[in-house]
Nanobody
Framework: QVQLVESGGGLVQAGGSLRLSCAAS????????MGWYRQAPGKQRELVAV???????KYADSVKGRFTISRDNAKNTGHLQMNSLKPEDTAVYYC???????????????WGQGTQVTVSS
């Protein structure tokens, strides 16, 4: 099992910045990927950003150029730097991981509890 601990959410004004962090713990062999999803009231959960163990990244078009995802493999932690925040970024943000428990094994997904990000105008 993989357990995720999130931090960094809060209230900021439009144009401000926040840095979300996610720490993974457990008996996994490796974390294959780490990412962030978000869900606003009345909307579907959407992928914000994802990063693989090799450093390859992918972003939603709505955040491209403003958000940066990173990870520290030695510490099993991930970060999402959010700049130029907009009111439409307001949502609950969830850390997401894909963990492998043996070499060449299948990956399994886990979710954090979520952290609230609120951007005021």
């Amino acid at each position: 099992q993989v357990q995720l601990v999130e931090s960094g959410g809060g209230l900021v004004q439009a144009g401000g910045s926040l840095r979300l962090s996610c720490a993974a713990s457990g008996s996994f062999f490796s974390i294959n990927a780490m990412g962030w999803y978000r869900q606003a009231p009345g909307k579907q959960r959407e992928l914000v950003a994802v990063i693989t163990s090799s450093g390859s990244t992918k972003y939603a078009d709505s955040v491209k150029g403003r958000f940066t995802i990173s990870r520290d493999n030695a510490k099993n932690t991930g970060h999402l730097q959010m700049n130029s925040l907009k009111p439409e970024d307001t949502a609950v943000y969830y850390c997401y991981t894909e963990a492998r428990f043996s070499p060449q094994g299948y990956t399994y997904q886990y979710w954090g509890q979520g952290t609230q990000v609120t951007v005021s105008s």
